[in-house]
């Protein structure tokens, strides 16, 4: 099993990126998708997550309006759709797979798999 995640990188405050997670190994279908971030002396948190079946999806509330999370079934792709960046944004990213598909867990432990994350920094 392996995700990959991509599309970190430096930009401005206000700018945007789209992180890219790309799942093999697993049957998409069957797991629940989601990004977390860490920023350095922090915890690890939630950001987004989607569930493949039933299309439902969560934020936090710091990146309501900003972020969105979609997914590509034929690419077994989730992607991150970042916007109006903001230095707090600042973080490494990563994508986590939890076989749970019917939730989206905000509790890392409860998740499978893991991604080697991306490191997104917003400039002021």
């Known amino acids: 099993v392996q995700l990959q995640a991509s599309g970190g990188g430096l930009v401005q405050a206000g700018g945007s990126l789209r992180l890219s997670c790309a799942a093999s190994?697993?049957?998409?279908?069957?797991?629940?998708i989601t990004w977390f971030r860490q920023a350095p002396g922090k915890e690890r948190e939630f950001v987004a997550g989607i569930t493949w079946n039933l299309g439902d999806f969560d934020y936090i509330d710091s990146v309501k309006g900003r972020f969105t999370i979609s997914r590509d079934n034929a690419k077994n792709t989730v992607y991150l759709q970042m916007n109006s960046l903001k230095p707090e944004d600042t973080a490494v990213y990563y994508c986590a797979a939890d076989n749970a598909w019917f939730r989206i867990s905000r509790v890392a432990a409860q998740y499978d798999y893991w991604g080697q994350g991306t490191l997104v920094t917003v400039s002021s």
């Open positions: 190994g697993i049957t998409f279908s069957r797991y629940t």
